[in-house]
């Protein structure tokens, strides 16, 4: 069955400093993947998908996700993080050929001034 | 472009008693979403739609929850009776085509309290 696991439920960094956020998925086949974020009161938004192709992708707000099949992990990076980045994080995988997608449980990031 | 858009925003009830939801898409979506977020947990899919079908309802608690679609654009999740458990965030979600690679939009969801 497929998984998701979110390993930190907390995350602290200061403003400026870089941002890694683990996700570790179980599925038989190759995944779809996703990070979304969700800011307080706000919906969950797209920062990047991976499907295939070159492992490193890049998505919106300076957000890049590194796709590692041997170690059957997605983890999102920032190079230095702003303020305004502090959300939750919830990475998702899908299965090809389902319309599943299967959340993870979050990661909350606050950022120190 | 408009988003999803969710009411109310927030909805408190006494257990036992009915509540709807409603989701307006983003025009041209055609699949809809309803999911259930807990405290510290992720979204959890209730039901999907492709157009007015109801093609994946497995995790929907049919005794008590009930969801419609009418023409195929606004949706409503309704419970019937409510329970305390059943306090959570009631997110909806679109995406223009049914494919596991859509993104998909949310909206800001409806906080229900069951008290």
């Known amino acids: 069955a497929q998984s998701v696991t979110q390993p930190d439920i907390h995350i602290t960094v200061s403003e400026g400093a870089s941002l890694e956020l683990r996700c570790n998925y179980s599925?038989?086949?190759?995944?779809?993947l996703f990070w979304y974020v969700q800011s307080p009161g706000q919906g969950l938004q797209l920062l990047l998908k991976?499907?295939?192709?070159?492992?490193l992708v890049q998505g919106i707000k300076g957000f890049e996700a590194e796709f590692k099949r041997s170690q059957s992990s997605f983890n999102l990076r920032k190079p230095s993080v702003h303020w305004s980045d502090a959300a939750e994080y919830f990475c998702?995988?899908?299965?090809?050929?389902?319309?599943?997608?299967?959340f993870g449980t979050g990661t909350r990031l606050k950022v120190l001034a | 472009e408009a988003g999803v858009v969710q009411s109310p925003r927030y909805k408190i009830i006494e257990k036992k008693q009915p509540v709807a939801f409603w989701c307006n898409p983003i025009?041209?979506?055609?699949?809809l979403y309803w999911y259930l977020q807990n405290l510290g947990q992720g979204p959890e899919l209730l039901i999907r739609?492709?157009?007015?079908?109801?093609?994946?309802d497995s995790q929907l608690p049919k005794d008590r929850f009930s969801a419609e679609r009418l023409k195929g654009v606004d949706s409503t999740l309704k419970i019937q009776p409510a329970e305390l458990g059943d306090s959570a965030v009631y997110l909806c979600?679109?995406?223009?085509?049914?494919?596991?690679?859509?993104?998909?939009?949310f909206g800001s969801g409806t906080q229900l309290s069951v008290l």
């Open positions: 739609y492709e157009n007015e079908e109801a093609v994946d």
């Open positions: 979600a679109s995406s223009p085509g049914d494919g596991i690679n859509e993104k998909l939009f």
């Open positions: 599925y038989g086949a190759t995944p779809y």
């Open positions: 025009s041209g979506h055609n699949t």
């Open positions: 998702a995988v899908g299965a090809s050929g389902t319309y599943k997608y299967i």
């Open positions: 991976y499907f295939s192709g070159d492992t």
